[in-house]
């Protein structure tokens, strides 16, 4: 009989599902428009997007059509809506919602988060806090970092991102916390190759990191520094891995096109990095989306008949988009906009960072912004820059577009066809509930 009930265990653990790996990348701000822009920007027949793409999902919130990222990635965090301006759930709101991180620590897996916002933005706070705080307390949502679970543990293996102050603004002495739970603490911005063990937490920014595009060589591509560290260290466990491109998002509220495509440009080559990982390791499901568009881009526009600028092989194409000059932006209207104040001559400064030259105009119109100092530069610099590439913004703000859902590898099917952000979440819930 002993023998009998061996053999049958020894079977149970041989042909046993090992758990579901689960890595969630979400491109802040990445509509549809994005995806489309990045192809054409690349000059390529498809992108790693192309290659993944499931379905759409819905992102309004629980009291607008249009969602803000706290409620958003609320929603992807928990399967709940909730308010705008609101993480893990609203003031009024005393149901406690559970988290597809927190739930998948609580059962054995692994979890981490790496972005390119502060860590105690929207995004990344909505997968840890969840006392339903205002998303600009970065401060107090700080302080739910180290809050264990039910079994004594952090929820959290390991952090890369920014915002190391709220950190010192939340505790009277965080080196002293971090001791105290065993986090070792890295200041050292993307320099993280040599990590080796965790749990700990990377900073790459005292506050908010750089844009990719205003970032030295080395670091241009931090997105996919990240992941690809990320993944070296949770290689051939079981894991939760959140990854953020949240500055997609920053450059859509600018309307700066070219920022936007370098940020997009990190970001599939971090989403190439995972896709590659999920190929070689058959039990992990990769998810991608978005947690709204912003900004409302519109790629090209008709060609006035009067422009004079076309050639007539161009005119023949009725409506034209130049995502050649875009690659030839260097930096962020921000930076541009910051070199041009120091500047003694506009002309040379702006061609500089652009390749594009100033009519009369243009000149004038940054020259009067420079003298005046009662508009931000950076707004002339877009306009000049969306008009020189036939680039269209509708706002500043966020949209309510359904955006794209983006799946591969383990269980990638239940994420076919349209669905609401929640059950993005819901899904995930599934997948690691799974023994």
């Not at 059962?107 to 969840?130: D, M, R």
């Not at 992941?227 to 997609?248: A, Y």
Request: glycine content about 6%; proline content about 2%.
């Amino acid at each position: 009989m002993k023998k009998i009930i061996f053999l049958a265990l020894t079977s149970t653990l041989l042909f046993a599902t090992p758990k579901t790996s689960v890595i969630l990348m979400i491109g802040d701000g990445m509509g549809p428009a994005y995806t489309t822009a990045f192809r054409y920007y690349s000059e390529k027949n498809s992108t790693v997007f192309d290659s993944m793409l499931m379905g759409m999902n819905s992102t309004y919130s629980q009291n607008s059509v249009i969602t803000d990222s706290a409620a958003a990635a609320t929603a992807l965090a928990s399967g709940v809506k909730t308010k705008n301006g609101f993480i893990g759930r609203t003031d009024k709101n005393s149901t406690k919602v559970q988290t597809v991180l927190e739930f998948a620590k609580e059962n054995g897996y692994l979890t981490a988060i790496a972005v390119t916002s502060t860590l105690t933005h929207a995004t990344p706070a909505a997968f840890l806090s969840t006392r339903g705080l205002h998303r600009n307390k970065e401060a107090d949502i700080a302080k739910d970092f180290f809050i264990k679970n039910k079994k004594g543990l952090l929820k959290f293996d390991f952090l890369i991102g920014g915002g190391e102050k709220y950190f010192s603004e939340g505790y009277n002495d965080f080196n002293a916390t971090a001791k105290k739970y065993g986090v070792s603490l890295y200041r050292d911005g993307y320099n993280i190759e040599k990590i080796d063990q965790y749990p700990f937490i990377a900073f790459t920014a005292y506050d908010y990191p750089k844009f990719a595009i205003d970032e030295e060589v080395n670091n241009k591509y931090r997105v996919t520094k990240m992941t690809k560290k990320s993944l070296e260290l949770l290689n051939n466990k079981t894991f939760f891995l959140m990854i953020e491109g949240s500055q997609i998002d920053w450059c859509g509220h600018m309307n700066d096109i070219g920022c936007a495509m370098a940020e997009m440009d990190d970001f599939a080559r971090s989403v190439e990095i995972a896709k590659t990982y999920v190929k070689e390791h058959p039990n992990t499901l990769l998810i991608v989306t978005a947690d709204h568009s912003t900004g409302g881009l519109a790629i090209g526009k008709k060609i006035k008949k009067d422009d004079k600028t076309v050639t007539e092989e161009q005119r023949s194409k009725s409506y034209i988009w130049y995502p050649n000059i875009i690659k030839q932006i260097k930096a962020s209207s921000i930076l541009i906009a910051k070199k041009l104040r120091a500047s003694d001559d506009i002309n040379t400064t702006f061609k500089k960072y652009t390749s594009l030259a100033l009519n009369q105009d243009e000149y004038q119109k940054i020259q009067d912004v420079l003298n005046k100092k009662n508009k931000k530069i950076r707004q002339i610099i877009n306009d000049i820059i969306n008009l020189h590439s036939n680039t269209g913004w509708t706002t500043h703000g966020h949209t309510a577009v359904d955006v794209e859902t983006f799946a591969y590898g383990k269980e990638s099917e239940k994420f076919k066809g349209f669905m609401d952000n929640t059950d993005i979440a819901k899904n995930i819930f599934k997948i690691l509930s799974k023994k």
